[in-house]
């Protein structure tokens, strides 16, 4: 007679959890942080269709590493999510708090509901009337939900990017200062401090002072201005879209 073969429940657990892990550190980083007029979001990425920074709703943006095809269908979501709450109810119930419960709940049903956890890390992002009013939410691919502050780094070597982001971080800086940080952050992703071009930067923000939607890409022309170089390739004209 065999012995069924038994694995608790923690260990399954964490052999998921150290599965996701290794999905989501094999992808190249993002950050995301205040600055004075709103939220940057920034990202290593050389894609220039396969977004990992898009737009969610008004005053709400989305920020994913990990596997694209699964951040994708949470992406999707979430526009349906709040498409459908701002038609039911009124745009201004829908709200980058709800928006992450939701995000949270399902990533936490697959977590523990199916033998292959997803490989995804976002941030659910508003911006508020003022710096105090701003939320971002961070999300990981159990389900948990942080409230976070001042900024956020997700994939890859985030720990070697948080370190030199705090570094060179300061609250309140403008929108020049606050993205170079965050590439001179990204830049410390290798073993070795390395350039990044314009090329291979994903920078979006949500701006405070923009009407109705607040999200606008940053590139081309503006986006090399913004980081003080005289070229670095992105987009020849055109500096940001809506």
Do not use: W
């Not at 999510?81 to 708090?97: I, K, P």
Request: cysteine-free.
């Amino acid at each position: 007679m065999s012995v069924p073969f038994y694995v608790s429940p923690e260990q399954i657990s964490r052999d998921k959890a150290d599965y996701a892990r290794k999905g989501i550190a094999r992808g190249r980083s993002a950050v995301v942080l205040q600055y004075d007029d709103g939220i940057l979001f920034v990202a290593d990425n050389v894609s220039r269709t396969l977004h990992k920074i898009s737009e969610i709703y008004d005053r709400i943006a989305f920020a994913a590493v990990g596997r694209y095809n699964e951040f994708e269908n949470l992406r999707l979501a979430g526009v349906r999510f709040a498409d459908l709450h701002g038609y039911t109810y009124d745009r201004s119930d829908v709200s980058g708090r709800a928006l992450a419960n939701a995000y949270a709940q399902t990533l936490g049903n697959i977590f523990s509901e199916t033998n292959k956890p997803y490989e995804v890390e976002i941030v659910v992002a508003e911006v508020g009337d003022s710096t105090e009013g701003d939320q971002i939410y961070r999300v990981t691919f159990d389900g948990s939900v942080v409230d976070e502050r001042d900024h956020v780094v997700m994939g890859g070597s985030a720990d070697r990017v948080a370190g030199a982001l705090r570094d060179r971080y300061e609250q309140g800086a403008g929108l020049a200062a606050a993205l170079q940080a965050a590439v001179h952050a990204l830049a410390f992703e290798a073993e070795e401090e390395r350039q990044l071009e314009a090329s291979s930067l994903e920078v979006a923000v949500l701006d405070r002072n923009r009407e109705h939607r607040m999200f606008q890409r940053i590139t081309g022309r503006r986006l090399t201005e913004l980081l003080g170089r005289d070229g670095g390739g992105g987009a020849p004209e055109g500096g940001s879209e809506g």
